[in-house]
């Protein structure tokens, strides 16, 4: 199973972006997908996840009502929209699969993209 996250850049505070996850390998219906970041020196983030049938879906709380996660099964994309951006939402985002166990934790992933940075400028 390979995913390609792409959409992070560079936007003002208050700004949005929105990352995409592409999933190949598998059929994408059959994993829940997460949205993790990192940011240097710090542990990796849970931020978001979204259940195989798209019915479940977490958010941490700082996130909670500025951050949106979809999936597209029929596309096999997972997407975060990241609005009203704050510096400290600066990191690299990364995504990940996990087969249709739920809800996500961190050490469960079975598989996981190479990041996209996203920078918030104040």
């Known amino acids: 199973v390979q995913l390609q996250a792409s959409g992070g850049g560079l936007v003002q505070a208050g700004g949005s972006l929105k990352l995409s996850c592409a999933v190949s390998g598998r059929t994408f219906s059959d994993y829940a997908m997460g949205w993790f ?3 240097p ?3 990796r983030e ?3 996840g979204i259940s195989w049938s798209g019915i479940s879906i977490y958010y941490t709380g700082p996130v909670k009502g500025r951050f949106t996660i979809s999936r597209d099964n029929a596309k096999n994309t997972v997407y975060l929209q990241m ?3 704050k ?7 990364y995504c990940a699969a996990e087969d249709r166990n739920w809800p996500l934790t961190l050490s469960g992933m079975d598989y996981w993209g ?3 940075q996203v920078t918030v400028s104040s």
């Open 46 to 48: 849970y931020v978001a």
């Open 114 to 116: 190479k990041g996209t």
């Open 83 to 85: 609005d009203s951006l």
């Open 87 to 93: 510096p400290e939402d600066t990191a690299v985002y």
């Open 37 to 39: 970041r990192q940011v």
């Open 41 to 43: 020196g710090k542990e």
